[in-house]
C-alpha cells in the first residue's frame, strides 16, 4: 500500500438524480484526510466517469468495475451506490483481495449482509460499513462516560427518531418506496440511530416490535404517477439490552415538523441526553445531569475529533470520522471503526423486529 490510502469509489458522480451521498459526504471526507487520496473514481458511463473524476480531483477515471477493483494503483474500494446493488460490487471488490467500505445498509437484507461479512473474512480483508453516527464525538463520548461508570448501572433507555416523510420523489430515490429495496426509514435514519445506542450501551438479548407502513403512496415527481409504497416507515419496539436496561424505541416518517433523534439514557448516577437533526450526519448534541443537577451542554473533547477542525459541517465530517478510524485497520489490521460483522449485528436486530411483528412475538437474539 502507498503511503497514502488510494481510494477507488463507486457512487459518486456529477449526474443529478440520486441522493449525492458519495459527492456529497465520501469525496469531501476523503479529500479532508491526510491518510487518504481520491485516486479513481467509477461511474455507468464513460462521459459521467471523466467529467466526475475532473471535478473532484482524481487521476483515474473508469466506467467498468472490474477494472477499477483490479488496478494497482487502487487501494481501497469504497461502494456508495443504491443498496441492491452493494452486494454485486462489494463481491468484485473482494473477489479482487481489494479492502472495501461499503455504504449503510451493506444488503438488501440479513442474508446479504451475512454473505457479504463471511466472504471478505475468509479473504481477511479489512472492512468499513456507513455506519458513521458512531463515529460523531459526541456519541463516542457519550460510549466513553458509560463505560467509564460515570452514569452508573443504565436503568432504562428511550429513543425516539422522527424524519420528514419525501412523498414525491424522482427516479433516483423513488426506488426507496420498494421494500425489497432495503433502503427505507427502519434501515436508514432508525438502523443509524439503533446502532448508535448500541455502540453506546451495548447489544439487545431480546426485541419485541410493530413494524408497518403509514404512508402507503407517494407520487413521481417526473410523471406525476402515484407510486404504491410497502417501504416500512414507522417501527414501534420494546427490547432488553445484554445488561439488562430496559429499551423503548420509535422510529416513524412524518408528515410534518420532525423532531429528528433524541436518545435518553437513565442511568443509577446520572443521565446523559443526545439529540440530531440526523445522527449520522451530525452533528449531535450532548447534555449531561449528575444526580438532581440541572442538565447542562457538555462538549466532547478535542480528542475525538479526527477530522480537521476547520472542516465545513455537514455529510463528510462524521463520514470523515469513520475513514480516519478506519486507516489504522489498513495500517496496522486493528481497527474500532464499524466492519462489516457490526453490520451483520444490525441487520440482524432489524430483522428480529420484522420477525417479531410477523410472528406476533418476543424476539430472543444470540
Not at 125 to 149: E, K, Y
Not at 304 to 328: C, E, H, I, K, T
Request: hydrophobic content about 45%.
Amino acid at each position: 500500500m502507498a503511503d497514502r490510502i488510494r481510494v477507488g469509489i463507486v457512487g459518486a458522480t456529477v449526474t443529478p438524480g440520486g441522493s449525492g451521498w458519495g459527492a456529497n459526504a465520501h469525496v469531501p471526507a476523503l479529500q479532508s484526510l491526510p491518510d487518504y487520496e481520491l485516486k479513481a473514481v467509477c461511474t455507468a458511463h464513460a462521459e459521467t466517469a471523466r467529467a466526475s473524476a475532473e471535478k473532484f480531483g482524481a487521476e483515474l477515471a473508469f466506467h467498468d468495475m472490474e477494472t477499477m477493483v483490479t488496478h494497482p494503483k487502487v487501494d481501497l474500494i469504497a461502494v456508495v451506490v443504491r443498496v441492491p446493488l452493494h452486494k454485486q460490487l462489494v463481491m468484485a471488490a473482494i473477489a479482487a483481495g481489494k479492502p472495501v467500505c461499503c455504504e449503510w445498509p451493506l444488503g438488501a437484507n440479513l442474508a446479504e449482509a451475512t454473505e457479504m461479512a463471511n466472504r471478505a473474512k475468509a479473504a481477511g480483508l479489512p472492512t468499513l460499513v456507513g455506519l458513521q453516527a458512531r463515529s460523531d464525538p459526541a456519541v463516542m463520548h457519550a460510549r466513553d462516560l458509560v463505560a467509564n461508570g460515570e452514569i452508573g448501572d443504565i436503568v432504562t433507555v428511550n429513543l425516539k427518531v422522527m424524519v420528514d416523510a419525501i412523498t414525491e420523489r424522482g427516479d433516483g430515490r423513488i426506488w426507496q418506496g420498494i421494500r425489497t429495496n432495503g433502503a427505507n426509514p427502519m434501515t436508514i435514519p432508525g438502523g443509524h440511530s439503533i446502532d448508535a445506542l448500541c455502540n453506546i450501551l451495548g447489544e439487545f438479548a431480546e426485541v419485541s416490535a410493530r413494524v408497518t407502513t403509514r404512508i402507503d403512496m407517494w407520487k413521481h415527481a417526473v410523471t406525476g404517477e402515484d407510486f404504491p409504497v410497502d417501504a416500512p416507515d414507522t417501527v414501534t419496539a420494546a427490547g432488553v439490552l445484554k445488561s439488562g436496561a430496559e429499551v423503548s424505541y420509535q422510529v416513524a416518517s412524518v408528515p410534518f415538523n420532525a423532531s429528528g433523534t433524541r436518545l435518553e439514557i437513565y442511568g443509577r448516577k446520572g443521565t446523559p441526553v443526545l439529540t440530531s437533526k440526523s445522527v449520522n450526519i451530525g452533528p449531535s448534541q450532548l447534555h449531561l445531569a449528575i444526580g438532581n443537577a440541572a442538565m447542562a451542554e457538555i462538549t466532547p473533547p478535542d480528542s475525538y475529533r479526527l477530522v480537521s477542525a476547520d472542516m465545513a459541517a455537514g455529510p463528510g465530517r462524521n463520514v470523515g470520522q469513520a475513514y480516519a478510524r478506519f486507516a489504522s485497520a489498513l495500517r496496522s489490521g486493528t481497527s474500532d471503526a464499524p466492519d462489516f460483522g457490526d453490520a451483520v449485528a444490525r441487520h440482524a436486530l432489524i430483522d428480529a423486529m420484522e420477525r417479531s411483528h410477523r410472528e406476533g412475538r418476543v424476539i430472543r437474539l444470540a
